[in-house]
């Protein structure tokens, strides 16, 4: 579990970040949804200590960062891992190199371990065949895939993910957002996604936190999100002629 | 102040560069594949500038000898002092700040550009240090093996058109090759090799690693560190000379 408390942060004089409180939850999909530019990804970033914040806290299941020293950090890092919104895969690695480089750096174990566990996550995404190709030769929805898998390579416990299905035809988004699902259930771990895309929050939104212009704009699941009598939010919902009617259809 | 901030910038990523790399391994392995990079990739440009410019050294030698009573071997001597003293180290620098110091700036600038930095902080990576030390180490230590081949070939280039185009010959040039050698010249030029080297690379990685946005900005840190380190590379020059020669 992540507990975020009262989280400010700003840039310069733009305050994007504005105290938000949630806690996370072990074993589910946690959504963060909200418009472009609502601060998805500066929230993101500062849980994982990209961003330092200004004021508030952050605590991994107790463990609280601001009290951390920079080798506990270090330590807790290996604990965690990111897919990021453009994959931000290493072009001048392959995809097994790109998958196995977290065990490069951190794993004491033996090489023939190492290759089991990188094997072990190629096949889990559905990549086996593409282990010798670089980034560039993949496409997006392969090098999300790529992404996940060295995301959970470490086995970590918390897995952050932004946008991890942006850019992507909607049926490789699902695809993408079901397997995180699956992996948050088979490992048990603290998951947290950035998304703007309903149909996500549609198919995993467990426990949504809904950011609106830096503020706590709304909580719930997605059994709630529809009844919601917040304006913003519902506006985000049925932003789409689709979910209107959806709407309409529902209330007659 | 703008200008103050870069600097505290500045040395507080040296500090981040200049630590304990994470595995030593991994570190050697980067060391090596960048040798190569900065390195032989760059033996073809300083051989053909060294060569060409050696060439005309020794013709201008020539050519500012009006005296008839000047003896044809300070063509030979004159050719070798330039390339020794300033052409080798200095000019074949600033050359390197245009390729190796813009490429480094554009590599490091794209993968914060891409979040791919950010991937290796999230990792507990110290990203700075994985991706710079392994470049400044290896310019310093090919630069200097390129300054020895640029004396080398500038001397040969020098040599080949004077004797072809018939303005010495071939023993007095050797003779003023061989004539009134200081080895300290060497020494003080190596020095500044070092030294640039590390302007360069330094520079543009630090250029790099603080690219905020997108391409654009990548593309104008790469000019960034080219412009600035060329200029930091002739002050450092004048600085040096002063206190070495
Ligand atoms: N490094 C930074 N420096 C200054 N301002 C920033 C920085 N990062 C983000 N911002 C600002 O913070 C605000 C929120 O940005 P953020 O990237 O978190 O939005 P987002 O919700 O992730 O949007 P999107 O859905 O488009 O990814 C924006 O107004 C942005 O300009
Ligand atoms: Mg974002």
């Known amino acids: 579990m992540i507990t975020i408390d009262n989280i400010h942060k700003s840039f310069d004089d733009h305050h994007v970040l504005k105290g938000i409180s949630f ?230 | 102040m703008k200008f103050l901030e870069e600097i505290g910038e500045y040395f507080y990523f040296m500090l981040k560069v200049f630590s304990k790399p994470q595995k030593h391994s991994v570190f050697f392995k980067q060391w090596a594949l960048e040798l190569y990079k900065v390195g032989v990739d760059s033996i073809g440009i300083v051989v053909i500038i060294s060569f060409f410019m050696g060439a005309v050294l020794a013709l201008q030698a020539a050519y500012n000898m009006t005296n008839p009573l000047m003896p044809t071997y300070l063509i030979g001597y004159g050719t070798r002092e330039s390339m020794l003293l300033e052409f080798s180290s200095t000019i074949v620098s600033l050359i390197l700040a245009g390729k190796v110091g813009s490429s480094i700036a554009s590599e490091i600038g794209t993968m914060r550009s891409t979040e791919q930095i950010d991937a290796l902080d999230v990792m507990g990576i110290n990203s700075a240090n994985y991706l710079a030390l392994p470049k400044i180490m290896a310019s310093l230590t090919i630069n200097p093996i390129l300054y020895i081949l640029s004396v080398f070939v500038g001397i040969t280039g020098g040599l080949l058109s004077s004797v072809t185009i018939g303005v010495s010959s071939l023993q007095d040039f050797i003779y003023g090759i061989r004539m009134d050698f200081k080895p300290y010249f060497i020494v003080y030029s190596e020095i500044k090799m070092v030294v640039f080297a590390f302007i360069i690379t330094s520079l543009a990685s630090y250029y790099g690693y603080t690219v905020r946005g997108g391409s654009l900005e990548v593309g104008r840190a790469s000019t960034k560190a080219v412009v600035n380190s060329s200029i930091l590379i002739l002050i450092s020059n004048l600085v040096l000379t002063q206190i070495l020669l």
Not at chain 1, 97 to 108: A, C, D, Q, T, V
């Open chain 1, 23 to 252: 806690e996370f939850e072990t074993g589910k999909t946690n959504l963060i949804i909200g418009q472009s530019g609502s601060g998805k990804t500066v929230l993101l970033k500062s849980i994982v200590g990209l961003h330092t914040i200004d004021k508030g806290d952050i605590l991994y299941d107790n463990r609280s960062w601001q009290e951390m020293t920079q080798d506990q950090r270090i330590e807790l890092r290996t604990e965690m891992g990111m897919v990021f919104q453009g994959s931000a895969l290493f072009d001048n690695m392959t995809v097994e190199e790109n998958i196995g480089f977290p065990m490069l750096m951190y794993s004491k174990e033996s090489t023939k371990a190492k290759q089991k566990r990188v094997a072990e996550c190629i096949d889990r995404v559905n990549l086996t065949g593409s282990e010798d190709l670089y980034p560039s030769e993949i496409s997006g929805g392969m090098q999300k895939r790529v992404a996940i898998a060295r995301a959970i390579v470490m086995k970590p416990e918390y897995l952050f993910c932004d946008e991890p299905n942006s850019g992507l035809d909607p049926k490789t988004a699902i695809v993408i957002d079901k397997l995180i699902h699956e992996i948050t259930k088979e490992y048990n771990i603290t998951t947290i996604i950035n998304t703007h895309d309903m149909n996500s929050v549609l198919q995993i939104g467990e426990n949504i936190l809904y950011l609106d212009k830096g503020e706590v704009g709304w909580k719930g699941d997605k059994s709630h999100i529809f009844n919601s009598e917040n304006e913003s939010l519902n506006e985000f919902v049925f932003a789409s002629d689709l979910y209107q009617k959806l709407k309409e259809i529902k209330e007659d």
